[in-house]
């Protein structure tokens, strides 16, 4: 089975990520998040210091979610409480390096949303098992 895989800015541990997945056989990149403007348009396996992709990086956060990638690299600087939900509402998982995922940084309100969030995508994965 092939994991349909959006990741999520092109930073220092964004491009190892789309590295990483470009690098393995069960992983498919199918769309990128440029935060900076001067990134948005241009093509991803550059951003990353690989070859060219031919898909180009986007700002568009509701182009990424439909094309309906069954996981999100989450690998922002400064994560987006609203981005976050708005990815797990539409049933995708979300992968990070960073504690911020927890929601611990984000007081106990950001905790409870990003918390039943990730129950919900948890029932999901178990009920599709």
Known sequence: ?????????????GRKAVQGILG??????????????????????????????GMSATNDVDALIALKPDCVSYNKLWPD????????????????TAAFITGWGYGEAARERLGEHVKQAAARSSAAA
Not at 4 to 9: G, K
Not at 40 to 48: H, S
Request: charged residues 20%.
């Open 1 to 13: 089975m092939t994991l349909r895989v959006v990741q999520w800015t092109t930073g220092n541990v």
């Open 81 to 96: 409480v609203d981005e976050l939900v708005k990815i797990l509402e539409a049933g995708i998982n979300v992968a990070s």
């Open 24 to 53: 393995h056989p069960e992983l498919e990149l199918v769309g990128c998040y440029a935060y900076g403007a001067e990134k948005v348009g241009r093509d991803v396996g550059e951003l990353a210091g690989t070859s060219p992709l």
